[in-house]
Every structure is written in C-alpha cells, then in structure tokens.
C-alpha cells in the first residue's frame, strides 16, 4: 500500500531563511508524488508534481522538491522563506501511481514565517 | 478559479438532517472524488466516480452516497448527520488518462452540524 509520512508537524523560519519539509514516502509502484499547499480556510493549490521524469522538481512560488528513490524522500525546499509562504504542507501520493489513482495525503506540515 | 466548482461554500444543519453537496468538475476531466478533511482525521478519501461510474471507494460511512451524473457533475449525499461529520469537504477532478496529467480541487464545502 502507498503512504506518506511527513516527518514535522510544525516548521517554522524566519523570513528570508530556507525551508524545508520533509516527507518520506511508500509505494509499490514507481510513484507520483504531489506537493499540494493551504491557506488558512482555502482550498488545495498543486505546488508541484512529480511523475517519473526529472527528479528535481520546479514548482511554484519558487519551491522544488527532489525524488531520492534510495531514500525514499520528497523533501520540499525553497531558498529563501516569505511571508505569504505560511500555509499548511501536504505531501501527497497517488495510489496507483498514475493519473486516475487516489491521493494519499500526509497529515500536513504547518509552515510559520517570522518576520 | 480553479476549475473545480463546489456549492455550497458553508452549510450549517442539525443533527440527523440530510444534505446534498454539488461538484462540478473541470472541463473535459471524466473523474471526481470525494475528500473529507477534519481536524482528527486530515483528508480522508471517500470515493471516485469516473465517467459516472464508481471506481474507487475510501472511508465512507454508509450513511453517505454518491453519484455522478451523465453532464459530469457529482453530488455527495450524507446523511443522519451527527456532529463528528462536521468537516470541510473537498471535491477533486483529474484529466483521463494520456491527457495533460493533474487533480484539481475544488475550495471546498464547510459543512457544520449543531
């Protein structure tokens, strides 16, 4: 079975510092893996994806993540932290590891950016 | 806009009441799913239709059902409500396979059961 673990509930920068989050994931498959991201009472927005291609992933809003398959990671990374950046982190995998598969999400990592 | 169309946005009901939440998916996408997302559970899958099939089921109560309609459209009945089904819940659509590749969500229907 696919699953996610994101290894930090609760990161927090200061602005400007980089960010990581940090998810390891299980799969069966060779595996799609997601970055979606939410705002506070806002829905899911796709930061980046990864579906066997490249294994540094260009997202967003300056994010990227790298598919480490040795390590089972999907780190997500962003040089430089700013304030609009204060969401809350999922990283997702797809159970199938196609298009058509249900995500499996982490339970989320909550991102706080100081000034 | 992302696409995806949720109505309502917020629905405030009793317990034991019945409601219909409303999914329109993107255009051209044949899948939708159902999410729920609360503070004990974070975002559970529910169920998939594809092509107004059901083609996947998750942790969905039998007290909640499904369809998804000739136009694509899909609604998430859920009913006896009780105050644990208080949540936000996420509709997603994603494209048929060999087509450009993504799920898109919805901003979600807040659902409040008092």
């Known amino acids: 079975a696919q699953s996610v673990t994101q290894l930090d509930s609760h990161v927090s920068v200061s602005e400007g510092t980089p960010v990581l989050l940090r998810c390891n994931y299980s799969s069966s498959y060779s595996p799609s893996l997601f970055w979606y991201v939410q705002h506070p009472n806002k829905g899911l927005q796709l930061l980046l994806k990864y579906t066997s291609a490249a294994t540094l992933v260009k997202g967003i809003n300056g994010f990227e993540a790298e598919f480490k398959k040795s390590e089972t990671s999907f780190h997500l990374t962003k040089p430089s932290a700013h304030m609009s950046d204060a969401a809350e982190y999922f990283c997702v995998v797809s159970d199938t590891g196609g298009s058509q598969g249900n995500l499996i999400f982490g339970k989320g990592t909550k991102l706080s950016v100081k000034p | 806009d992302s696409g995806v169309t949720q109505t309502p946005k917020h629905l405030i009901t009793a317990t034991g009441q019945r409601v219909t939440l409303r999914c329109s998916p993107r255009?051209?996408?044949?899948?939708v799913y159902w999410y729920q997302q609360s503070l004990d559970q974070g975002l559970q899958f529910l169920i998939q239709?594809?092509?107004?099939?059901?083609?996947a089921k998750g942790n969905i109560l039998e007290r909640f059902s499904a369809q998804q309609f000739p136009d694509l459209h899909s609604e998430l009945n859920l009913s006896s409500l009780e105050l644990g089904d208080s949540a936000l819940y996420f509709c997603?659509?994603?494209?048929?396979?060999?087509?450009?590749?993504?799920?898109?969500f919805g901003s979600g229907t807040r659902l409040t059961v008092v």
């Open positions: 239709y594809y092509n107004g099939e059901e083609r």
């Open positions: 255009s051209g996408d044949l899948s």
């Open positions: 997603a659509s994603s494209a048929p396979p060999g087509r450009s590749y993504g799920y898109t």
